[in-house]
């Protein structure tokens, strides 16, 4: 279970420090947009009886352009105002959860395993739900590698990200470079929710917990660092679960924990494990 919730914690991670990355936005809307994947997927599949595959092919695509829309009309302008986009954007994840409870209640829901069944790995049987998040996971981990290091556009958002006005003498056109950003950290985030949807319980305010820690992820690992982002999420992931282990009693305490590992790390590097200061930073 460490494994598949720091991969989920990942996903949303990368996502968040791409748009931070390169924007300086703080998206707090973020897992927003992974409710609203998996309230989508279960409709789709439980609601209309669509098969896996078509849902998907309608709710990530339709996601990912409701977050670009999001971006440039209600963030990008006022994207150098940190107070007023940390208000948008939080008052956008509330719309969508109160959406969500107007249009479904607030019933907790469910939908079956993308892929039934488990396998026997090393005498331990493992759900093939939870080997096919964790290919997910690797899948997006290393599309967004080859994107950022072989790509046109991957040359695009690291310039972007270390300095925008550079970037633009280069002839990169940043607004379109920031709204991909925007684009693809929200196609992450919907994969994220399409992964998680058959493992975790749909509610409203499913947005909410896994907010808080990729907050915390981000920050361990250092701010608009993928690297950091995924070494962070399983490092989160690991005291989450070592804390539900050891301490079965208190257990609602390993946001606390998380958080802690988080104190403990600022303190010996204050940029987070791979950051930079702000400033310098690099995808």
């Known amino acids: ?17 791409l748009i931070f990355g390169n924007a300086r936005v703080i998206n707090l809307a973020h897992t927003g947009f992974f409710m609203l994947t998996a309230y989508g997927l279960w409709y789709f599949m439980r609601r209309l009886g669509l098969g896996a595959i078509p849902s998907i092919a309608i709710i990530v695509p339709a996601v990912t352009l409701l977050g ?88 695009a958002l690291r310039a972007t990200a270390q300095d925008a006005e550079i970037a633009t003498l280069m002839g990169i ?25 058959p493992i975790w319980i749909i509610s409203p305010a499913m947005w909410t917990p896994p907010l808080v820690m990729v907050m915390v992820v981000v920050v361990l690992g250092g701010l608009g660092s993928i690297k950091g982002a995924i070494i962070g999420a399983f490092i989160i992931a690991l005291v989450e679960v070592s804390v539900a282990s050891l301490m079965p009693h208190y257990s609602y305490l390993k946001v606390v924990f998380a958080i802690l590992a988080m104190v403990i790390v600022l303190i010996v590097r204050p940029g987070g494990l791979f950051g930079i200061m702000f400033e310098e930073e690099k995808l």
């Open 1 to 17: 279970m460490t494994l598949v919730n720091g991969g989920i914690y990942a996903l949303l991670a990368i996502g968040f420090s």
């Open 68 to 155: 670009i829309l999001a971006y440039r009309f209600l963030i990008n302008p006022i994207r150098e105002h940190l107070a007023a986009v940390l208000l948008m954007t939080i008052a956008l994840a509330m719309v969508f959860q109160e959406l969500m409870l107007a249009l479904f209640s607030s019933n907790y829901w469910a939908i079956p395993a993308l892929i039934p069944g488990f396998t026997v790995i090393l005498g331990v049987s493992v759900l093939n739900q939870h080997l096919l998040t964790l290919g997910i996971v690797v899948a997006v981990v290393i599309i967004v590698q080859l994107i950022l290091a072989k790509t046109k556009l991957g040359i």
């Open 173 to 197: 056109s940043v607004p379109r470079t920031l709204m991909l950003t925007m684009g693809i950290a929200t196609a992450i985030a919907a994969i994220a929710g399409v992964a998680v949807a």
